[in-house]
């Protein structure tokens, strides 16, 4: 098995120095580079590893303190390298969205996937099944939520035929939500067919996701998370009364990136007669950013202050360097960076910092500088007439959204404090 550390590296790989002779990404550290000294070239992404160092403490010490255990999803990242250092923290395994993230899991080592989504097609159940088939130490999961879900399963598993039925997890939505069946009645009537196909499938717990309900302030919201998990209750409870999980623990999983303190509290107190396993699916801890996760992480601090005591808060690791590469109104420079380059599905890149080469280190920009816009290659940085930077400055980026920045790049270097570079990860999208 290839791991991507032993896979060659060159100039093909955006954020590769042009002519740089084919190397394994192992001996990154050897071409002794260093991001300040513009040893690379711009845009390019990067990520801080005392920060990355220190979001996984963070999130070590909220698992064990609430004595839970994490599925981080994996396609955040999409980066096997950081796949296996959350399994090293004791991740209990990793999330997928997909069947074809599944397998990129599978090539790079990973046994146990928690596939938080709907397996619907044929030939990916006919993966499943196989993989079942042939190793006995992979541990798979999927959701379903209908009778024609779980029709398809039924018919796919019995043609495909594998060693050992299929663990599901019967998912339990709300309204205006994303998937998940709606009420008890619709949820039990699913549970029911899981049990009628013992041969195929296994019951293995129950499952939602809280993320993404409607509503106009955090209040209402978080009522309706409240909602959520109270039919998760009831659903587990009845599902437990009738017998129709497997035998074993209880699987119960929940939490996003952002009310994974409410999942956490909700799944504790569901107290099922049976053993449970509760599975937080937070996947954005790890680098955190400089928008839309830590507006997250100061809600979550309102909602549950015992947070923020656990160790130092998280803190971004991923950065968006480039270079000014114009100035020609009062007020803006163009920069080197684009939609290309970083997400904008929820804001903007934010400038936090700014660096001569040449000088003195990196130098924090304030509130007075903005990305306004963006196209394919450039962007619109809004400024002080009198700001300092000129054509040729490098200027640093926070971003908003960890995933949609992640599947820009197929390498991201990992650096030191001091931006020399001594690492890297690839992603595979």
């Known amino acids: 098995m290839m791991m991507p550390d032993d896979m060659q590296i060159d100039d093909r790989y955006k954020g590769v120095p042009a002519g740089t002779a084919p190397f394994t990404l192992d001996r990154i550290a ?8 513009g040893d690379l070239p711009l845009p390019a992404a990067v990520l801080r590893r005392s920060a990355l160092d220190a979001n996984s403490a963070w999130m070590r010490a909220f698992l064990s303190h609430t004595g839970l255990s994490l599925a981080p999803h994996g396609k955040t990242s999409m980066s096997p390298q950081l796949f296996h250092r ?3 923290d004791g991740a209990w395994g990793i999330t997928a969205a997909s069947v074809g993230h599944a397998t990129t899991y599978r090539r790079f080592g990973i046994n146990r996937v928690l596939m938080a989504n709907q397996l619907l097609s044929r030939p990916d159940i006919a993966w499943v099944a196989g993989e079942l088939s042939r190793d006995p130490d992979f541990d798979f999961y999927c959701l379903v939520d209908s009778l024609d879900g779980v029709a398809l399963l039924v018919q796919g598993l019995r ?27 619709d949820a039990m009537a699913v549970a029911a067919a899981i049990a009628q196909a ?34 998760m209750t009831d659903t587990a409870r009845a599902v437990e009364a009738r017998g129709w999980f497997r035998p074993g623990p209880v699987l119960l999983s929940a939490g996003g990136s952002i009310y994974y303190d409410m999942a956490a509290a909700a799944m504790r107190a569901i107290g099922l007669m049976s053993p449970v396993q509760i599975v937080l699916r937070s996947g954005c801890y790890l680098t ?8 997250a992480w100061h809600r979550l601090v309102e909602r549950s202050p015992y947070l923020a005591g656990l160790a130092p808060p998280p803190r971004p690791a991923i950065e968006l360097w480039s270079y000014v590469q114009s100035r020609p109104d009062p007020g803006r420079a163009i920069v080197t960076l684009g939609k290309r380059d970083a997400g904008t599905d929820i804001d903007l890149p934010v400038p936090v910092a700014w660096h001569r080469i040449g000088g003195q280190g990196p130098q924090a920009l304030g509130s007075d500088y903005r990305l306004t816009g963006m196209n394919d290659q450039h962007g619109y940085l809004s400024l002080p007439e009198d700001s300092p930077l000129r054509v040729g400055d490098m200027v640093c980026f926070g971003i908003s959204h960890p995933c949609t920045t992640f599947d820009k790049w197929r390498l991201l270097s ?4 001091d931006y020399r570079v001594s690492g890297g990860i690839l992603t595979f999208f």
């Open 288 to 295: 955190h950013d400089h928008g839309w996760a830590q507006r």
């Open 414 to 417: 990992v650096v030191e404090d």
């Open 198 to 231: 013992p041969d195929v499938l296994a019951l293995a717990g129950i499952e939602c996701y809280e993320g993404i309900l409607p509503g106009p302030d955090d209040v209402t919201i978080e009522a309706r998370i409240a909602d959520l998990f109270a039919l």
């Open 30 to 37: 050897d071409q002794g580079w260093n991001l300040l000294a």
């Open 86 to 88: 959350q399994l090293a």
């Open 159 to 185: 043609d495909a035929a594998p060693s050992r039925p299929l663990n599901v997890l019967l998912e339990v939505g709300q309204a205006g939500g994303r998937t998940g069946a709606r009420n008890l009645l």
